[in-house]
């Protein structure tokens, strides 16, 4: 019953977070839009966009990193009905591999990408210590 609880669990834990994450970008990107014709695809059209935009902008993402990765914590936590804090943290790790390729592939800052990278894991074992059965006295 452990292991096959973790698949599920790590699966829907970050495939959940990342959805999320799509989903509050569009609430940054509408509260501080990109330069007509910027193209997120283009390397360079993406870190001309990254370099006007405002700080706040950048701090409102690292927000939602956080949050959904504290989401995706608590339910990978909940799906694997486990103790053991394996699946959040694999979900971080995925988030994490995650941020680098988006690193690789858009040229964010590099400030905000290591403090994009410093949020998933500890944010997903936040979501274990929020949803962990806990142990009785």
Sequence with gaps: MGFTNNIPA?????LIALVLTFMLQGIVTHTYPLPSGTDMY??????????VMPRNGLYMMLGNYCITSLIGGILATLISKREKRNPPLVVGLILSIGSIWNYYLLHE???????????YIPFTYMGYLLAR????A
């Design 109 to 119: 800052p590099l400030w905000f990408f290591l403090l994009a990278l410093l949020t």
């Design 10 to 14: 790590v699966i829907l834990g970050a």
């Design 133 to 136: 059965k806990k142990k009785s």
């Design 42 to 51: 283009d390397a360079e059209s993406a870190a001309k966009a990254f370099a």
